[in-house]
């Protein structure tokens, strides 16, 4: 009698595929992401939120101190990392499943490219809610995939889809995206035109009951505040929505085109600009070689779905119309760009002509030249913030010892350290490594970041351990009003630390 062995029963109901797309995407995302999981370079909100999940119930994130809970207590890189990556791994495997991919190596480029993606980079700064940033990520895609494969699957989606946006409202776009991308792919495949219009109304269905949900109990128990326009969501006048439309589309374009982030090489510009090239390609070779047009109804559908897929995953911008740039963490969802040129890719490589497979296999070359450039910007982007985070300490190291050996403050009594952080010449403004490569790259703390009036403290309490009671912004406004603080010596001149109004005080500037 064979052995009731459930994990091996397990694993050979799940598909090939689905498993190389996991493996690859958790070893791709670990080895890119592995200089920052093995060491702890904090930006400025992790510095304050070490051991808390950040802003919550304010920010409409009610649902996020619960996930926080469950997964870890403090910003632990090796945890928090480790963990977001498995959630993407499996939102990649959700996705392949969704669309219908079968092939390996379309199933381990999606991988590559969900995990690779500059906007992880830009989540794993924020180290503290990262992982759970990333499951706010697979329960947007696991709407998606309820709603589609299940005949009342919209009301499980339409739960998923609210707890999402109660953790990070930006994945709403990750959902309206995939929803038109399976919309596309299902006419692609061949079917008739009231199953496109069902799997439409009920992806309509989700993203719609599930924003309404989300909208109307976090507006009835919370006071939101205006973070990025997130606190205008439903309170836009139309011609700002137009506007705000034109400049999602304008903004996609930018990023793959016209003017690309700082933290895009030009290698990774050109290979995006091929990228773009190849999807519209495939799209007008398999709409013809399909013959879609000729039904007057699949091609109605898969216009307006073309169409609509750059809004959808720029729809940030039409979520909070104020928003002029969006985050690096806002636009995760056009790593979906990459996603739709390997599905694209799988049905080209099915087609007997040789030109066509040659065209499946360039893109997948390029795709493969993507996650490379992005694994490479990743560790220069971590190397620069762990070379700003030794900077500072050893500028806070000799600052609290100027303190120190000053005579007469000891760690009962308050101090602070006032001044601005860019004075000329200014030994830490001198000499930046790497000028310029990441300024577009939200989260990454460079030297000015890291020294903050509002970060100082906690950068003194959690990384040198001295808890010693610190100024308010107020008291240190007052000090430096006063005569007595303007004829201070800068640090590190002698007469740079002087106790005025009962405060022992570092001046900089």
């Known amino acids: 009698m064979e052995s009731f062995d459930v994990i091996r029963k397990l694993w050979k109901k799940i598909p090939a595929n689905l498993l190389t797309c996991f493996f690859v995407s958790l070893v791709t995302g670990i080895l890119t992401h592995l200089y920052m999981f093995t060491n702890k370079f904090p930006n400025w909100d992790d510095m304050a939120f070490i051991s808390g999940p950040g802003a919550t119930y304010d920010f409409g994130r009610w649902f996020l101190q619960d996930v926080h809970k469950w997964i870890c207590s403090y910003s632990v890189p090796a945890l928090n990392g480790v963990v977001g990556i498995v959630f993407l791994a499996l939102s990649a495997c959700v996705i392949v499943s969704l669309l219908g991919l079968r092939t390996h190596t379309a199933s381990a480029l999606i991988g590559i490219a969900m995990v690779t993606f500059p906007s992880v980079v830009s989540s794993n700064m924020f180290m503290f809610t990262t992982a759970e940033y990333d499951f706010a990520v697979l329960l947007a895609v696991l709407a998606v995939y309820f709603t589609l494969k299940y005949r009342f699957g919209f009301a499980g989606g339409c739960l998923l889809m609210v707890l999402s946006l109660a953790i990070y409202q930006s994945y709403f776009t990750m959902a309206a995206s995939l929803f038109l991308m399976a919309e596309i792919m299902l006419i692609l495949r061949g079917t008739d035109v009231r199953k496109a219009l069902i799997q439409a109304l009920h992806a309509f ?305």
């Open 205 to 509: 269905i989700t993203l719609a009951a599930g924003m309404a949900v989300y909208l109307v109990y976090t507006k009835t128990n919370y006071t939101l505040l205006d973070y990025r326009g997130m606190g205008s969501i439903g309170k836009t006048s139309v011609h700002d929505y137009i506007v705000s439309i034109a400049r999602a589309y304008h903004r996609i374009i930018q990023y793959f085109v016209t003017s690309v982030p700082s933290y895009i090489s030009g290698f990774e510009h050109v290979l995006n600009v091929i990228v773009v090239i190849l999807i519209v390609v495939m799209v007008v070779y398999l709409f013809f070689r399909n013959r879609i047009m000729k039904s007057a109804g699949f091609t109605v559908i898969f216009a307006v779905s073309l169409m609509l897929l750059p809004l959808a995953m720029s729809l940030i911008y039409v979520m909070a119309p104020e928003v002029q740039d969006a985050s690096t963490l806002m636009i995760y969802a056009y790593v979906l760009t990459y996603v739709f040129a390997c599905a694209l890719g799988e049905l080209c490589a099915m087609r007997p002509e040789t030109a066509v497979r040659a065209l499946s296999l360039a893109m997948s070359a390029v795709l493969l030249l993507v996650g490379c450039s992005n694994y490479r910007m990743a560790n220069e982007a971590y190397f620069r913030t762990g070379l700003a985070f030794e900077r500072v300490e050893s500028y806070y190291n000799r600052i609290i010892s100027k303190l120190e050996s000053s005579g007469g403050w000891n760690y009962s009594e308050k101090f602070a350290i006032v001044g601005d952080f860019w004075p000329e010449k200014n030994i830490l403004s001198s000499y930046d490594l790497i000028e310029g490569r990441f300024d577009d790259l939200e989260g990454l703390a460079i030297e000015n970041g890291l020294f903050t009036s509002g970060s100082r403290h906690n950068f003194i309490r959690e990384y040198l351990g001295i808890d010693a009671p610190y100024a308010s912004e107020n008291e240190c406004n007052e000090i430096m009003k006063t005569e007595e603080y303007a004829e201070m010596a800068a640090f590190p001149e002698d007469d740079c630390v002087r106790e005025i109004n009962g405060i022992w005080i570092v001046k900089i500037k």
